[in-house]
Nanobody, 116 residues
């Protein structure tokens, strides 16, 4: 099982980034996919979720209207489009695949730095 995030980097405040998470080794279409983030010195924070059945999305309040989670089951990939980025969005972003209470997989993370 592998989850490989990419697309992170350095961006100026107000800018945009699109993160990708490529999955392999499991039936991607059967899993709920989530993004989390962890800023320096802080606990890991949930960002967004997309279901596997109907593609319904849910966001943390501070990301609503700025971030968009999506998935492409044909490519086994989940995305996080991040717009209007703020310095407080600086963190390592992780993707997470969940199925029931038994299956829970994590990627290694990708660094996003928002700074001028």
């Amino acid at each position: 099982v592998q989850l490989v995030e990419s697309g992170g980097g350095l961006v100026q405040p107000g800018g945009s980034l699109r993160l990708s998470c490529a999955a392999s080794g499991f039936t991607f279409s059967s899993y709920v996919m989530k993004w989390y983030r962890q800023a320096p010195g802080k606990t890991r924070e949930w960002v967004a979720t997309i279901t596997n059945t109907d593609g319904r999305t849910v966001y943390a309040d501070s990301m609503k209207g700025r971030f968009t989670i999506s998935r492409d089951n044909a490519k086994n990939t989940v995305y996080l489009q991040m717009n209007s980025l703020k310095p407080e969005d600086t963190a390592v972003y992780y993707c997470n695949a969940v199925r029931g209470s038994r299956y829970d997989y994590w990627g290694q993370g990708t660094q996003v730095t928002v700074s001028s």
